[in-house]
């Protein structure tokens, strides 16, 4: 847009793009980080333990989660 000079709305035309995609910042969700960093954690200590056995585990500690979170991850 600078380099060109031309408005957002022609610059995302020309490359295919949704201006809402351009204008889209992401949102960091702080405990999705926090549980995401405990699941990596147990999972590196407890190597043979499976996605059933963190779920619990994570369940017991108070993170509200379900086995597809952490499943997932």
């Known amino acids: ?10 610059a995302c ?6 201006r809402t995609t351009q204008r889209y910042e992401k949102i ?6 926090r549980l995401r960093a405990r699941i990596i954690e147990l999972a590196t200590q407890y190597g043979r333990y499976g996605y059933k ?3 619990s585990m994570l369940q017991m500690e108070g ?11």
């Open 13 to 18: 035309r020309v490359i295919g793009q949704l």
């Open 63 to 73: 993170f509200i989660v379900g086995r597809d979170r952490v499943h997932t991850v």
């Open 53 to 55: 056995t963190i779920t």
């Open 28 to 33: 960091i969700d702080p405990g999705r980080v």
């Open 1 to 10: 847009m600078t380099k060109l000079n031309v408005s957002e709305r022609l």
